[in-house]
């Protein structure tokens, strides 16, 4: 994997935001350094062990909370200390810390703020952009994180600008058929605001919108920055 670490903080001049890349091979996740991508798609299907794991993990933990600031070669016992340490839920651990490791690599970190909910309704029910550098998603249970395109979206209408109106009737995007979603098991890495040179063209996104309750297991990874300035910001 081709890792640029310092490219985000390299000035960047006038850009044409393609949006969204895609690849079946993990290697090429790393796109997202490319200027004109603020989505990169990593296309998986998760194995049977995997997906048996998943569902196993939150049948036992239905509303999972796991955030902790870890280091790849910790991630492993510390979610047996929390999550708990039967073997079924080994595949589910290993797939957790082979995708934290590679997020570090990719980022050249050393430590990464991990997150695993298990939930039963939108967390993120709006659409809304990130203040942050890049953030890695996968869902490992249920529907997964929906997005909208760069050219199709009015961000006058994000936030406030929705004049207190849904997504779908603030003039945000013109048709329900701009709405993009993950798979279950895709794994993406979300460009945010704070990317050099990206302020104004953070990805679009929400939780899955479905009606009724409905059983998620998802991730997050994210640099120790963001957790830092979230936990800094909660002290004011």
Known sequence: MNTQANIYEQSTSKK???????THDLSKISEIYRDEI?????????????????EYVLDQNPNLEFSEVLQPN??????????????????FFDDVSYLS???????????????LDGIDHPM?????????????????????????????????????????????????????????QLETGDVALLK??????????????????KEGNYKRL???IDFLETYIGIYKNSLR
């Not at 603020?38 to 998943?54: C, D, Q």
């Not at 910790?74 to 039967?86: D, F, P, T």
């Not at 490791?101 to 990464?112: A, G, H, P």
């Open 16 to 22: 044409i935001y393609q949006s969204d890349y895609s």
């Open 38 to 54: 603020n989505i990169s798609i990593w296309k998986r299907k998760l194995s049977n062990s995997l997906m048996t794991s998943s």
């Open 74 to 91: 910790n991630i492993r016992q510390s979610l047996k200390s929390v999550i708990g340490s039967s073997n079924k839920m080994l595949p």
């Open 101 to 115: 490791s590679m997020f570090c690599k990719l980022f050249d970190q050393r430590k990464l703020w991990l997150r």
């Open 124 to 180: 993120c029910p709006r659409f809304h952009t990130d203040r942050l550098k890049c953030r890695l998603v996968t869902t490992y249970v249920g529907p997964a994180t929906q997005w909208l395109h760069h050219d199709l979206v009015n961000r006058s209408k994000l936030g406030d600008g929705n004049e207190g109106k849904s997504d779908s009737e603030s003039g945000l995007f013109q048709s329900e058929d701009d709405i993009q």
């Open 192 to 209: 945010g605001e704070s990317w050099k040179g990206n302020d104004g063209a953070g990805l679009v996104h929400r939780s899955p919108y």
């Open 218 to 220: 998802y991730m997050t």
